[in-house]
Structure formats: C-alpha cells, structure tokens
C-alpha cells in the first residue's frame, strides 16, 4: 500500500481565498484524521471520521474551516475565507479500529504546507 | 480532558551518547496507549515506540526503550547509542483506550540534535 496520500504537499495562496485539502487513508482503515501543525500550538486535532462518519469537530476552529468524507478513499479539509493566521502543516492519518486483534497505530500522510499571504 | 507535557523544548547530546526525553500526560482513565513520535525534517511522522497502559513491561526497540511509570504518570523515552539520523522533533502523544476515541493528543514536542 502507499500509505496515506496527501495533496497537495505545498500550497501558497492569498488571503481571502479557498484552499481545499485532500486525503486519500490507507485502504480498508476505518478512522480519519484531520490534524493541524503550527509552531505555537503544536499538533492539534481539527476532526476526525469514523467509517465517513464526522465524529469528533471540536478542534475545528471556526466556521471557515470544513470537512468531508464523501466515501471510504478520500477526503477534504477546506478553508474558505482563508486568513494569514491559517498558514500551518495539514496532516492526514488513517487507522484501524483498534480491538480484535487490529493494532491503533495511526498513519500519516506527508503534510500540506499551507502559507497565506 | 487528557494533556501531554513535555518540559524539554531542545536537547542536544554527542553522537553515541544516551539521551532521555521526558513526558508527563495527565488522565483520570486506567486503560490507554502512549507513543513516541519522530518528526525529521522530512516532516514525516514516524511512530517510534508504544505502551500500553495495562502492560507493566517497558516497551523496547532496538535502541529505543521506554520508563513507563503509570503511578506518577510518566513516559519517558531513552535513546541509546544515538546516532546523526536520531536528529529530529519528538512528540510524546496519549490514546484513550475508551470508548473508540482513537484520537492523538500531543505533547508540544522536543527538538533533539545529534552532534557529531
């Protein structure tokens, strides 16, 4: 497998516009991760899916910031207005349920740099 | 809510040298996992080493081994015969075991340097 698949790995854009963010999980994992990297609050959780399903957003910051999971092999993280503040590493990562003799070891993707001018 | 400190923002030691990192997390669960995180400059997230809670041994890989103290709530991990690639961010992150809540939280990290 070729592990989770993030796109793109750098985006610059200016203020006031859209980014869209993709993932492709590993194939047959059942959870998604959303996760934000910035030098000051370090990894935080955005949001998380469970077989599509939104069900933890609490780490979304605002109501600029939106997710989907249209089906089990992709995924979206979308900024629209984007702000300067916005400017961070995006992470995706997949995982299987733990239990049943399957491991909770998360995957991560390669990172999205994102830079808001 | 769980949180994850890490009281070391840098370290740097000579190459060969033993180094410990330091973490202390914060739970009121008995049953979850803990995880050590490498980050080189490629910016990718390397899974290190893992605990499980309900485990008294320390975990231990090659020349990563763990002092998991589950009393005092600590997860420190010891880099033995350190070597140039060990240079990187390390993030000591907390699991829930509960519920399905398979989310991450993360310490801020420690940015470790190998000296030659």
């Known amino acids: 497998d070729a592990g989770v698949i993030q796109s793109p790995r750098h985006e610059v854009t200016e203020m006031g516009q859209e980014v869209t963010l993709r993932c492709k999980p590993i194939?047959?994992?059942?959870?998604l991760f959303w996760y934000r990297q910035t030098m000051m609050r370090g990894l935080e959780l955005l949001i998380y899916?469970?077989?599509?399903?939104?069900?933890?957003d609490s780490g979304m910051p605002e109501d600029r910031f939106s997710a989907k999971m249209p089906n089990a092999s992709f995924s979206t993280l979308k900024i629209q207005p984007s702000e300067p503040r916005d400017s961070a590493v995006y992470f995706c990562?997949?995982?299987?349920?733990?239990?049943?003799?399957?491991?909770?070891?998360?995957?991560f993707g390669s990172g999205t740099q994102l830079s808001v001018l | 809510a769980q949180t994850v400190t890490q009281s070391q923002p840098e370290m740097s030691v000579q190459e060969a040298e033993t180094v410990t990192l330091s973490c202390t997390y914060d739970t009121s669960e008995n049953n979850y996992y803990l995880f050590w995180y490498k980050q080189p400059p490629s910016r990718q997230m390397i899974l290190v080493i893992r605990q499980e809670a309900y485990k008294q041994q320390n975990a231990t890989e090659n020349r990563f081994s763990v002092n998991f103290q589950k009393a005092a709530k600590s997860f420190s991990l010891k880099i033995s015969d350190s070597q140039l690639g060990d240079t990187a961010m390390y993030f000591c992150?907390?699991?829930?075991?509960?519920?399905?809540?398979?989310?991450?939280?993360f310490g801020q990290g420690t940015r470790l340097t190998i000296n030659p």
């Open positions: 194939s047959g994992h059942d959870y």
């Open positions: 899916f469970n077989n599509n399903v939104p069900i933890d």
């Open positions: 990562a997949s995982s299987l349920e733990a239990g049943r003799g399957r491991s909770e070891k998360l995957f």
């Open positions: 992150a907390f699991m829930s075991a509960w519920g399905g809540a398979q989310k991450l939280v």
